[in-house]
């Protein structure tokens, strides 16, 4: 009668010394969502006229939690939708046309029902109104009011002095008058001289006030005139027509602004506006003004459909008030990928910078403050069974007064592997280069390498073996100099044995321990390749994994000998649930010859009888307790060259502390030592507040390097955090040229932000902060499970 049915609501030397030791001495633009929950520990309290629902920050009126009385929780049987159902204590009826209904009448028409003391219903007309205090529901918005006046023939129904509930939003408010257009499953409801919010209380966080609030079932947002949007019931804006999120639909509009200050530019403002374009492609324009610098401009864009997904940002500042120079700022980043078919795929990821000063000064969330130098790459995939080409173009921008690496103009790879009859295969492997210095158009190189590799494999439960013999054969075509030939051929044969164990042991309490001791032979023989340039090669990282790769270097330019036996095992724990809990691995290398291929300089060749001793260590103490470690130790020097560690505990996503040290002794081509140590934490100390931040200090020169700390106070529909960061000032000129280091120095700042939830996607968790600076967080950890 009244409404139409709403939509539905919302290294030891031997191998068995390894194994022993350990299978016996050891027994992770803006979309408008839900406000975020609370803790589940917490209460519900009853909050003026309102309730916290299932203990989150959503709120529903105390009036229809009353299930004894509220029509929304009865349940009255209907044959049809359509059908007109009134129940009351008495009836009073008058030519057949007229009804006076008095004591527990309740309305019921399909999902539409109204509770009251009192009504009259209008069978002729087909209207009905009802008096007193009165509760109404529909499905989509729930109301309590003094008078409705219904007309089911025009579908719309009109209710003076009234409370109301919008059920899929979770948002409540006043209306002094309450207009209901509801034709099936276009329901438009208009609040005339109303209130609008998601959060409880007499003084809400935030509300809307307007003559005119529109919501319509249909649309994802809502729309106000004349309004204003107060704050702790104090208005703050005034806005002639402004529109709201109704729902997780994105839409053009501003988006929450961020103050901070800090030594280098000031206070600093940024108030971002986002433009909705289009289904799949959008734009977030960003004003930042910077007292000591001037106004910058951010400009991102975004474009995502089944083939392509683009994302091009570019940061302008005209001219730098804190420099004597005119000269203009900028940053313009653009990352693409596409997939053409099936088989062909392309990626391209360019960054460019004005000066190298620019990441420092500025920041920018795509780039390390530590990294020195900006990397452009762009590809082309073609994959189809067991083929893989890839053509290839690499370049990189320096960020201070560093050598620049050669351009790889392209580089063209294709990787093959088929499998023969009885356990043999051939991998085919082959790269045709070209490499530009880009500070000397006149020094370049063209690099052809071919790689076939014939193996055979055996794979039983208990063990594994592969055997690979491959030959390298590498040709040269360069820029002469004092050092290097116009023209270089090296051949090299490489033959690799590689295998396994696999051995595992129950405990009677559950659980279970492997252990894997693995053992492998590299042979390679020793050519000279002094005359050969060094275009995209360098030394490896070394860890314990790395001890079984079969070459030193990265890149094709250096091709190390070796004679050599690498000899490791791992062991695990496992609960009775499968679950994990240790992972320990030794191995080391012992070399049965030296190897005398160099890179740079003499540092770079093997001259001991072994490699360090490398382990690593990694364990679950409890549900809580996490610690990460790795070790490489010279056991003929009796020296540690490189160590880390990471003790973590974790007692939910919101609460951690992690204490971790890393010390590296002599930096590729240099004698430079590292020992730095690092705390990071979020804890929540109370059911409102947090605090979070993380501290790295160089315990060579005893400064620190990063420091960041931060206070958030959270209430229900909002959130606010001050933090302060000190940091190592990359205080580079303007320029790229070549120079000392400057001396060190820091920049200070701190930030304000302002968060209110309901109105944003961010729910200003304080763990994000632990991303932010220059080592970031990163669990400490990396059992299988």
């Known amino acids: 009668m009244i409404l139409s049915p709403s939509a539905p609501a919302c290294k030891p030397l031997r191998l068995s010394l390894i194994t022993t030791a350990l299978f016996v001495a050891v027994a992770s633009v803006p979309v408008y969502a839900e406000t975020p929950e609370a803790e589940s520990d917490s209460p519900t309290p009853i909050v003026s006229g309102a309730e916290i629902v299932n203990n989150a920050c959503k709120v529903k009126p105390d009036w229809l939690m009353a299930k004894n009385n509220n029509p929304y929780h009865l349940n009255i049987e209907q044959t049809n939708s359509s059908d007109i159902i009134i129940r009351a204590d008495d009836t009073q009826v008058a030519a057949n046309r007229f009804a006076e209904f008095s004591g527990n009448v309740l309305f019921v028409q399909g999902e539409q029902r109204i509770a009251t003391s009192s009504a009259s219903y209008n069978q002729e007309s087909n209207q009905f109104r009802a008096d007193g205090s009165l509760t109404y529901t529909d499905g989509y918005i729930a109301v309590r009011a003094e008078q409705i006046d219904a007309d089911a023939n025009g579908e719309t129904a009109t209710i003076l002095d009234s409370e109301y509930y919008l059920i899929p939003r979770s948002a409540i408010g006043t209306a002094g008058r309450i207009d209901i257009q509801a034709a099936e499953e276009s329901r438009l409801i208009t609040l ?6 998601t959060c409880p209380g007499d003084n809400p966080a935030w509300q809307i006030r307007a003559s005119e609030i529109e919501v319509n079932e249909n649309e994802s947002w809502g729309t106000a005139r004349n309004a204003q949007f107060r704050l702790f019931d104090v208005p703050v804006l005034y806005i002639p027509r402004f529109t709201f999120p109704l729902n997780d639909e994105r839409k053009s509009g501003f988006l929450y602004p961020t103050i901070r200050s800090s030594a280098r530019n000031g206070v600093e403002l940024e108030v971002p506006y986002y433009f909705n374009l289009a289904a799949n492609y959008d734009l977030t324009f960003t004003p930042r003004y910077m007292s000591k610098r001037g106004l910058m401009t951010n400009t991102e864009f975004r474009f995502l459909n089944e083939r392509h997904e683009s994302e091009l940002q570019v940061e302008f500042l005209a001219n730098d008030d804190s420099l004597d120079t005119d000269n203009s700022r900028s940053f313009v980043r653009l990352e693409h990928r596409t997939n053409f078919n099936e088989a062909w795929t392309g990626y391209l990821d360019f960054s460019q910078v004005s000066d190298s000063a620019y990441i420092n000064d500025f920041g920018n969330a795509t780039v390390n403050r ?3 130098h900006l990397y452009r790459r762009g590809q082309i995939d073609y994959q189809a069974g067991d083929t893989l080409a890839q053509i290839q173009i690499e370049d990189f921008q320096m960020l201070g007064p560093y050598r620049a690496p050669y351009r ?25 280069s070209h490499f530009r210095n880009p ?13 076939p ?3 055979y494999a055996q794979v039983k439960t208990a063990w594994d073996w592969r055997a690979d013999l491959s030959y390298l054969y590498t040709y040269y075509d360069q820029t002469a100099d004092t050092q290097r030939d116009a023209s270089v051929t090296r051949t090299l044969p490489q033959f ?3 295998g396994r164990v696999h051995l595992e042991r129950p405990f009677k309490q559950g659980g279970l321990q492997t252990l894997t001791p693995q053992i492998q032979y590299l042979y390679v023989p020793h050519q000279e390749q002094a005359q050969i340039g060094i275009y995209d090669t360098i030394l490896m990282q070394d860890d314990y994994h790395s001890l079984f790769r079969p070459r030193r270097f990265t890149g094709l330019d250096r091709i190390a000998n070796a ?3 690498t000899l490791g095992a791992t062991t695990s724990f496992f609960d009775s649930n499968a679950v994990e809990l240790m992972r320990l691995s030794l191995g080391q290398i012992i070399y049965l010859d030296e190897s005398q291929t160099q890179l740079f300089d003499e540092s770079s060749r093997i001259t001991a009888s072994n490699s360090e001793l490398a382990a690593e260590l990694d364990f679950q103490v409890g549900r809580r307790w996490y610690v990460s470690s790795a070790l490489q130790y010279d056991t003929d020097l009796d020296l540690t060259r490189k160590g880390r560690v990471a003790v973590e505990y974790r007692k939910d996503d919101a609460n951690l502390l992690q204490l971790n040290y890393r010390r590296v002794q002599g930096l590729v081509g240099t004698s430079e030592e590292v020992e730095q140590i690092g705390f990071s934490s979020t804890w929540k100390v109370a059911n409102d507040w947090s605090i979070g931040g993380h501290w790295y200090n160089d315990l060579r020169t005893n400064r620190t390097m990063d420091a960041l700390f931060g206070v958030q106070y959270d209430r229900c529909c909002w959130s606010i955090r001050i933090s302060a960061y000190r940091r190592v000032n990359r205080n580079y000129d303007l320029s790229f040229a070549d120079g000392p280091l400057p001396p060190a120095d820091f920049d200070n700042g701190v930030s304000v932000q302002f968060i209110l939830s309901g109105l944003s996607n961010s729910t200003g968790a304080i763990m994000d902060m632990l991303q932010q600076g220059i080592f970031g967080y990163r669990r400490p950890f990396y059992l299988s499970n």
């Not at 005339?192 to 919010?197: I, N, P, R, V, Y």
């Not at 499998?419 to 295969?425: Q, V």
């Not at 000397?440 to 071919?450: Q, T, V």
Request: proline share 5%; glycine share 4%; aromatic share 12%.
């Open 370 to 372: 530590a990294d020195p």
């Open 408 to 432: 790889t103009m392209p580089k063209v790879s294709v990787w093959h592997d088929e499998a023969m009859p009885g356990n043999f295969s051939l991998q085919f492997f082959s790269e045709l």
């Open 192 to 197: 005339h001289d109303g209130t609008f919010t």
């Open 453 to 455: 590799t014939l193996s």
């Open 439 to 451: 500070n000397d158009s006149a020094d370049n190189a063209s690099r052809f390498h071919l790689e």
């Open 563 to 565: 004679h050599q036996i």
């Open 496 to 498: 690799r044995w590689h």
